[in-house]
């Protein structure tokens, strides 16, 4: 089944521990991108994937980092969490590199609380 | 830096009725725009979208938009709406040439009563 997965689905953790969400695609997309939902803000793009290795900041990219060593895989790294990190965040992809016009295939989200 | 307003931020209709969402951008150039639907317990999954030719896109479930570009708006509407429409709708603009950000809006969430 085409899709996009995201694991923890859930998780709970403390100010300044490290932590990875990972997203991994198997539609071989190319344009992968990383979400977060507030009340009251809709979502807002954290950072996009264009290809392996290219990578560029959306609107709210301070404190995350990504990669994207392989083409199905863009995990979300948060080095230093802090509570305003408390959030849904959503994984996406696009078939092409180029996000113009194309459809973004969401996952199931991720829901964040950091204590 | 493009940007999207919804007004709506809660709609309540009752079935049957007609629906109007708001949805306006903000940016110089050419645009590419959609909408996003959020079912309670579900995926954001695509609704529509505009990125050429005719102004009146037609979408999934009865949804249809229309791109009016002298306002910079791109409203959704449904003739009659049903219970299972309730979900939160998000309208999102990305330029046609310049960066590759796709920006959304708020949201609106949409409360059908039956």
């Known amino acids: 089944e085409a899709q996009v997965t995201q694991n923890p689905r859930y998780l709970i953790t403390v100010t300044g521990k490290k932590l990875t969400v990972t997203c991994s695609q198997n539609m071989n997309h190319e344009y992968m991108s990383w979400y977060r939902q507030d009340p009251g803000l809709g979502l807002r793009q954290i950072y996009y994937?264009?290809?392996?290795?290219?990578?560029d900041k959306g609107d709210v990219p301070e404190g995350y980092k990504v990669s994207r060593k392989e083409k199905r895989n863009f995990p979300l790294i948060l080095e230093s969490p802090s509570p305003n990190q408390t959030s849904l965040y959503f994984c996406a992809s696009s078939p092409s590199g180029s996000i113009g016009g194309e459809t973004q295939y969401f996952g199931p989200g991720t829901r964040l609380l950091v204590l | 830096a493009q940007s999207v307003s919804q007004h709506n931020h809660h709609v309540i209709l009752s079935e049957a009725a007609s629906l109007e969402l708001g949805c306006n951008y903000s940016?110089?150039?050419?645009?590419?725009l959609f909408w996003y639907v959020q079912y309670p317990g579900q995926h954001l999954q695509l609704l529509l979208k505009y990125f050429s030719g005719d102004p009146l896109v037609k979408g999934i479930k009865g949804f249809e938009a229309e791109f009016i570009k002298s306002k910079f708006s791109f409203n959704l509407r449904k003739p009659s709406v049903q219970w299972s429409d309730t979900a939160e709708y998000f309208c999102?603009?990305?330029?046609?040439?310049?960066?590759?950000?796709?920006?959304f809006g708020t949201g609106t969430r949409l409360t059908i009563i039956p």
């Open positions: 994937s264009m290809n392996v290795e290219v990578t």
């Open positions: 999102a603009v990305n330029p046609k040439f310049g960066n590759e950000k796709l920006t």
């Open positions: 940016y110089g150039g050419t645009v590419n």
